[in-house]
Structure formats: C-alpha cells, structure tokens
C-alpha cells in the first residue's frame, strides 16, 4: 500500500499536529494532537470543536512514512540495499497502522455511543441519519441538533422528539 493522498496533503494534515519528543516506549509515533482530549463529561459539541473525535492522525504519520520510505529508493543502490535501509520504516508503519485502526474503532464507538445518548435516539435512526447525510462531525450534529430535541417530562425523564412527528399533530 502506498501514499493515498499527495505529499501537500500529508504534510498540511501533519501541521495541525504538535511535534513530540523521542519516547523509547513510542518511538514510532513523531506527533500528537495539539489541544489535549476532553472529559467525556463534557457536553458533545464542545468535544467535537476540539477536534476529540475527528479523523484519528495516526493515518497521516503513516502516510509520510510511506514517503520517506519512497525518498530511500533514491538514495540505495538496488532493491536488497533499499530494503535494508527501510527496515525501522517498515516497523514504525506496522505499529502507526495498528494504533489508527484500534484508535478509529475506539473514536467511532465514542461518536455514536455520544450522539445516542446526546439526542437519546435507537442507533437505528443514528445509521440513518449518517447514511443520508454528507459533511462534517459538527455539520451532523446540527444537522441531528434540527431534526430532534429533547423534551423532559414531569418525572424528570428525558425523550426525544422528532420535529416531523410534531408537526404531523400539530
């Protein structure tokens, strides 16, 4: 698998985030997120204005580990050679894909589990609401922020409403 995006596109993803120090224990991680993650209890939109469940970065240090493995090729002398100077940059790949696949489910799960229970809908309409609309985290939340809201009851229990159901009574 090569770069999926182009090297502008990497290197302006990678600028958002803030540069690390060697760490033995995570040698192959090079950046972390700029703004630290808030407390779940936080309410859900100011988590996703802080960027705690977007797209996870691990992705883009993959991708420019691609390009500097795709740099080395120049530089060795044939195939063998290549191989043996891109040895540390095949293990930092295997381990930055291992941590965007286990922090995108993780990130995902924590998306629908905040929305669910943000909106207090059935993750039925929360499929169906991803699967008819396109844009942001934040334009989706506005967009499930317009079309539902929460009503309390006397008994202090929370329900939501869909605004279409209310003005079929009304």
């Known amino acids: 698998m090569g770069t999926l995006h182009s090297k502008e596109k ?3 993803e990678l600028s958002k985030l803030k540069p690390i120090k060697y760490n033995q ?23 996703i204005l802080n960027g705690d ?8 240090q993959a991708q ?9 090729k120049s530089i060795a002398r044939d195939n063998l050679h290549w191989l043996e100077i891109i040895t540390m940059d095949r293990a930092r790949l295997k ?3 291992d941590d965007f696949e286990r922090d995108e489910k993780e990130r995902l799960a924590e998306l629908q589990r905040s929305f669910l229970q ?7 309409d ?10 942001t ?22 329900k939501t409403i869909k605004k279409d159901f209310l003005d079929k009574i009304f």
């Open 95 to 97: 381990r930055l894909t």
């Open 137 to 158: 985290i934040e334009e989706l939340y506005h967009y499930i922020n317009g079309k539902c809201f929460s009503k309390t009851s006397k008994r202090g229990r929370s």
């Open 126 to 135: 929360y499929r169906t609401y991803l699967e008819e609309f396109e844009g």
């Open 64 to 72: 420019y580990v691609h390009i500097e493995m795709e740099e080395k």
């Open 53 to 60: 469940l977007d797209f996870s970065h691990y992705f883009w």
């Open 25 to 47: 224990f995570r040698w192959w991680r090079r950046w972390e997120n700029k703004n630290p993650l808030l407390p779940k209890t936080k309410p859900l939109i100011d988590r």
């Open 10 to 12: 990497i290197l302006k």
């Open 118 to 124: 943000s909106f207090h809908m059935s993750k039925e």
